[in-house]
């Protein structure tokens, strides 16, 4: 099961947007609404932030937003804020003999 | 919210056996949840190891399958995951976590585990 792609980097200004994409298959990203988002501080506990495809937890600002079509799934951060520099990965669910597959990463970057 | 903590030895011998614990707070691992290890090496992506339900029910990442055991201490409220047979591509940054309903919700911060002479 390969990693779902996505761009190493990503960068905006205070107040911009970034949009992430995650690439998978039909096997995975494309076939289930299972796909989650998670935003990694280096030396932290990454933290979930979109889950399902759409839904953000609990505490998790509407800035952040989640949407998928097709085989493709995307993470937009709005109204960017110095904190949300991190790395971000995305996760499908990819069925019972291979189960979970993690994205490659992004790199976001506050300029 | 639950507090995951990753523990155990940070070197490890090429050929030996990686093992780690990961000890549950603030919920108990008898909860309805599949508890998850994932890795991260050195300047890639994150990998899914595999996961263990309290019953003991386990599945596992198809490409470590053969080298992976995921266990579970109910008395200690922990859970632990050892790997046979490492190489030098088993350095990471492994990372315990709670999964259930297709995510990932609570993690623990991470410990480094290097293979290495």
């Known amino acids: 099961q390969s990693a779902l792609t996505q761009p190493p980097s990503a960068s905006g200004s205070p107040g911009q947007s970034v949009t992430i994409s995650c690439t998978g298959t039909s096997s995975d990203v494309g076939g289930y609404i299972f796909v989650s988002w998670y935003q990694h501080h280096p030396g932290k506990a990454p933290k979930l932030i979109i889950y399902e495809v759409s839904k953000r937890p609990s505490g998790v600002p509407d800035r952040f937003s989640g949407s998928k079509s097709g085989n493709t799934a995307s993470l937009t951060v709005s109204g960017l804020q110095t904190e949300d520099e991190a790395d971000y990965y995305c996760s499908s669910y990819a069925g019972g003999n291979n189960f979970y597959v993690f994205g490659t990463g992004t790199k976001v970057t506050v300029l | 919210q639950v507090q995951l903590q990753e523990s155990g030895p940070g070197l490890v011998k090429p050929s030996g056996t990686l093992s780690l614990t990961c000890a549950v707070s603030g919920g108990s691992i008898s909860d309805n949840n599949w508890w998850t290890w994932v890795r991260q090496p050195p300047e890639k992506g994150l990998e899914w190891i595999g996961e263990?339900?309290?019953?003991?029910?386990?599945n596992y990442n198809p490409s470590l399958k053969s080298r992976v055991t995921i266990s579970v201490d109910k008395s200690k409220n922990q859970f632990s995951l050892k790997l046979i047979s490492v190489t030098a591509a088993d350095t990471a940054v492994y990372y315990c976590?709670?999964?259930?309903?297709?995510?990932?919700?609570?993690w623990g911060q991470g410990t480094l585990v290097t293979v290495s002479s």
């Open positions: 976590a709670r999964g259930g309903g297709y995510l990932f919700d609570d």
């Open positions: 263990i339900y309290h019953s003991g029910s386990t």
